[in-house]
């Protein structure tokens, strides 16, 4: 740039010395970010409870339910398959083993098909056994029953 200048000196480079190196901001930046991602999934487990208290709590809704005649909030909790196979007055006689209410007795982590599913364990009034198989589709929903051993 020629010209006249206000000053005899030629105008000074905006930058002039070298850039500083902030690797401890990234550091704290991205470590950050992971303390806040584990904080998370352990409050999801805080609020939610692990996967065997969701399925629990799931088929304890769905057996009272059905112990109750509550068909339509049996067939809410029941998985989209599960849905398209039945109609809202079926379910009653595919999953109720016997009047007089069911306990639960166990969940155990299995493997259906490659799915990872939650296998409730069910003691009927009458003394038979089952299992009620609970899937995870955007939550915890009965996905099928099981005769018992």
């Not at 010395?17 to 990234?26: A, E, K, M, S, V």
């Not at 007795?105 to 939650?118: L, P």
Request: proline fraction near 5%; charged fraction near 25%.
């Amino acid at each position: 740039m020629n010209g006249p200048y206000l000053y005899d000196d030629d105008p000074a480079p905006l930058h002039t010395g070298n850039p500083r190196r902030r690797h401890g901001l990234l550091i704290a930046i991205f470590g950050g970010t992971v303390v806040v991602a584990l904080l998370m999934v352990g409050l999801s487990f805080l609020i939610k409870g692990s996967p065997d208290d969701q399925a629990r709590e799931a088929a304890g809704v769905f057996l009272a339910a059905m112990d109750q005649g509550d068909t339509e909030t049996a067939y809410s909790l029941l998985c989209e398959d599960e849905r398209a196979d039945l109609a809202p007055d079926d379910v009653a006689a595919r999953y109720q083993a016997a009047d007089g209410g069911a306990e639960i007795v166990s969940v155990e982590a299995a493997e259906i098909r490659g799915d990872a599913v939650r296998e409730v364990g069910v003691e009927w009034a009458d003394g038979t056994s089952s299992r009620l198989v609970v899937v995870n589709e955007d939550g915890p929903h009965v996905c099928g029953v099981v005769p018992g051993d």
